[in-house]
């Protein structure tokens, strides 16, 4: 497959899944599902000419290096596994996470973390890393990248909730400036 096409298509579908579904005029269950069959509809009318098949749907699903979507056991319905800004209840249960945690930003936002801590800011959580390269990478996405690392037993013995998105990527719903080291 054309990697820039699927490229392409998959950022198309993460803003529509995570973000704007009513962009294309699709619904999202409660738990952030979709069929997906008429997902793939609703992206062919919305992008006339250019046919987005189901086994490219399929594609992406398997061979996202983020593993940023799902299907449900029989593929009709499709999500994105974490990172909505639109509101869904992904329903994460409670897990206690590793030791350490780490947060990857870019260089410009180190004074406002410092004062303010991590904030959500338009998403449901604060997205952590659990290794230092896809923190790097997370970082790096907005400039040149910066680590925090997350004293997680620190706020897991104050009570903090951690969750686990099905693609590994650790949520919070804040993270306070005294449980920041630099990394």
Known sequence: MDAKKIRKRSKFL?????HQPDLINIKLEKEGWTDSSILLEKINDYRKGEQFTFQELEYIVENNDKKRFGFN???TKIRANQ????????????ITPPSVLYHGTATKNIKSILENG????????VHLSADLETAQKVGARHGKSYIFKIETFKMKEAGIKFYCSENGVWLTDF???KYLNEK
């Open 175 to 177: 993270i306070s400036k």
């Open 14 to 18: 993460s803003l529509v899944l995570r």
């Open 118 to 125: 991590i904030l959500k800011r338009n998403r449901q959580y």
């Open 83 to 94: 990172g909505h800004s639109a509101n869904v209840e992904m329903n994460y249960q409670p």
């Open 73 to 75: 056991a029989d593929k």
